[in-house]
């Protein structure tokens, strides 16, 4: 009986540690990646969204919105990477971006950014986006853009941007979503208001699956009659372009319509004569 309770002590031991390392593993490979679904302050939430100056390419579908600033790595690889998959999917994704504040006495954004950010704001143009964010951020300038520091107009849709991710922060707070960016917020199938602080590609798969996006594009395939089909220019180098050449097959039996091949001589080579010297007036060469 007592090797009974022992060999039990130890059997709901391993029972736990397995199962507290099942639980472990649940939440650091999958859990944690997983959106949170918005139950409070979606009024205040869809508020904030529908009063932000949002870009966007158009499409008119459902919408997604894409919250984060200039220089986040993972927000520029998030468009460039999960924009068309949602595209191809019906989506419209609709891009907000703002200057992050000053932080313990350290800029965060530069004077370019803050006229950028400003100017979206105020034009919402799509264009200037795309060219802002193609161009590396040190070699930025602005130019041609009205400057937002000093500007009191423009300085004030600035701090409207910093406002709009304060006051979002902290309603997702108390949703239970830590805020941190690129920050997804959009709408299921049910109609559920869903949100994901988006920094892991791991979190991704979850919205594609959300709105029935695919996990790929495909290029698209071009029929070679296709007037869109590249054409191959003799001499370009191409595989089309260069005849394949004719080989003599392994043991030098000769090829059917190649050329002949020149004979070796054969015997001993024909010995030739040292040269002579010859001098001239001022020269001795051979």
Not at 106 to 113: D, F, I, N
Not at 176 to 186: M, V
Request: net charge negative; proline share 9%.
């Amino acid at each position: 009986m007592r090797r009974f309770f022992i060999w039990s002590a130890l059997a709901a031991v391993f029972g736990l540690l397995l199962a507290g390392g099942g639980f472990w593993a649940y939440q650091h490979f999958y859990a944690r990646f997983q959106p949170v679904t918005v139950t409070q302050n979606q009024a205040a939430i869809q508020r904030l969204l529908d009063e932000s100056s949002w870009v966007s390419a158009g499409g008119g579908g459902q919408p997604l919105y894409i919250i984060g600033y200039r220089d986040s790595a993972a927000m520029q690889r998030y468009e460039r990477e999960e924009v068309p998959k949602l595209r191809a999917a019906g989506i419209e994704a609709r891009i907000i971006v703002f200057a992050r504040p000053d932080r313990e006495g350290l800029t965060q954004s530069t004077a370019a950014e803050r006229a950028t950010v400003a100017e979206l704001w105020l034009t919402r143009d799509w264009s200037l986006y795309q060219r802002w964010t193609a161009t590396p951020a040190n070699n930025w300038t602005a130019a041609g853009i009205p400057a937002a520091d000093g500007n009191l107009a423009r300085g004030a849709v600035v701090d409207a941007g910093r406002d709009f991710s304060a006051r979002l922060s902290q309603d997702l707070k108390e949703a239970g979503l830590q805020p941190r960016y690129p920050l997804i917020i959009w709408r299921d199938r049910a109609g559920f208001m869903k949100a994901c602080a988006c920094t892991d590609v791991r979190s991704w798969v979850f919205i594609r699956d959300d709105v029935d996006a695919p996990d790929r594009i495909d290029a698209p395939v071009v029929a070679p009659g296709d007037p869109e089909a590249p054409v191959a220019v003799p001499g370009d180098g191409s595989p089309e372009t260069l005849p394949y050449p004719t080989l003599p097959p392994v043991g030098g039996a000769p090829v059917e319509g190649a050329p002949p091949a020149a004979e070796a001589p054969t015997g001993p080579p024909e010995s030739r004569k040292a040269p002579e010297a010859k001098q001239t007036e001022d020269t001795t060469f051979f």
